[in-house]
């Protein structure tokens, strides 16, 4: 997925577009995001940063790379959530990978399922993408929803198809009063898919 590497920049790119967008539509709304890249190592390029406040990504600040520590990336996402929230604030947590759990050494399949139910209960909720192929792994493996999950072609079309899922329910949740709101991304390094300390192309044309 090396090939997509442009898309995938875009993609991001477009998400923080429109989640600004958000906030000027609700300008009394705070929203902070915070990044995950993994691929063996996990890596936190920015953690609770206001929306206002964050750059778009260059090309050159994503270079895919190989393995998939998947669970180890969730694990440690949601530990930096608790130490984040509030009672009264609301989550939204996108994770995006282009294939299966290989090399995770902290979390197993039944912690993230776990952290996912309780999440429930703590206003987070959390959108699963991947490759069409994998859904249904997935989906039995981390015990997800249909409304949970969606599998997508890893293409223009396929991110596209992701950005407005995003979008979506982002919007859903923004419908109901909350003083903040946390968007938190997960996305591979691996031969694959996303992720950033963001440069601001805008500026760079």
């Known amino acids: 997925m090396i090939d997509l590497r442009k898309e995938v920049v875009s993609s991001f790119n477009n998400q923080v577009r429109s989640i600004r967008t958000m906030k000027q539509n609700a300008p009394d709304t705070e929203i902070k995001c915070t990044l995950c890249m993994f691929n063996d190592v996990i890596e936190f390029r920015f953690i609770n940063k206001d929306i206002d406040a964050l750059k778009l990504m260059s090309y050159n600040e994503y270079s895919p790379d190989s393995l998939t520590a998947l669970y180890d990336a969730i694990g440690a996402s949601f530990n930096k959530l608790d130490g ?86 982002m919007q859903s949740i923004m419908a109901f009063d909350s003083s903040q709101f946390f968007y938190r991304k997960f996305m591979p390094k691996n031969p694959v898919i996303m992720d950033n300390d963001l440069e601001d192309t805008e500026e760079k044309g």
């Open 84 to 169: 984040i929230m509030n009672p009264g604030d609301k989550g939204f947590v996108a994770i995006f990978t282009d294939g299966y759990e290989n090399c995770s050494r902290k979390f197993s399949g039944e912690d993230i399922q776990q952290l996912f139910d309780r999440s429930k209960d703590r206003n987070v909720e959390v959108s699963f993408f991947c490759r069409n192929e994998d859904a249904t792994h997935h989906k039995a493996d981390l015990n997800l929803n249909e409304d949970q999950i969606l599998g997508i072609s890893l293409n223009n079309e396929g991110l596209n198809l992701m950005e407005d899922r995003i979008c979506y329910r």
